[in-house]
Nanobody, 124 residues
Framework: QVQLVESGGGLVQAGGSLRLSCAASERTFRRYTMAWFRQAPGKEREIVAAISWSGGKTYYPDSLKGRFTISRDNTKNTVYLQMNVLRPEDTAVYYC?????????????????WGQGTQVTVSS
């Protein structure tokens, strides 16, 4: 069972930045594709970013390209989400997710393990 613990959420003004972190318990972390999702009140959960084992492949939905950056440090079993130029519509609970992968690839779905989430609130 992989345990994921997110941190770094909080309240920020529009135009500001936040960096979220997700620490994983799995010692084979480097074999896991990692992702960030978010869910706003009354909306479905959506993917924000994903990253392959090596960090060499990333995925972002078109709507978020350029503002959000996912990265990982396999020596620390940690994945990060740098969020810049935040907008009120970015307000949501942000979740870290992982899935074991035989290949160094990214995917937008089929994640097995989930963290508890961290709240991000962007004020206007």
């Amino acid at each position: 069972q992989v345990q994921l613990v997110e941190s770094g959420g909080g309240l920020v003004q529009a135009g500001g930045s936040l960096r979220l972190s997700c620490a994983a318990s799995e010692r084979t972390f480097r074999r896991y594709t990692m992702a960030w999702f978010r869910q706003a009140p009354g909306k479905e959960r959506e993917i924000v970013a994903a990253i392959s084992w090596s960090g060499g492949k990333t995925y972002y939905p078109d709507s978020l390209k350029g503002r959000f950056t996912i990265s990982r440090d396999n020596t620390k079993n940690t994945v990060y989400l740098q969020m810049n130029v935040l907008r009120p519509e970015d307000t949501a609970v942000y979740y870290c997710a992982s899935r074991f992968s035989l290949l160094d690839e990214v995917t937008a779905g089929d994640y097995l393990y989930w963290g508890q989430g961290t709240q991000v609130t962007v004020s206007s």
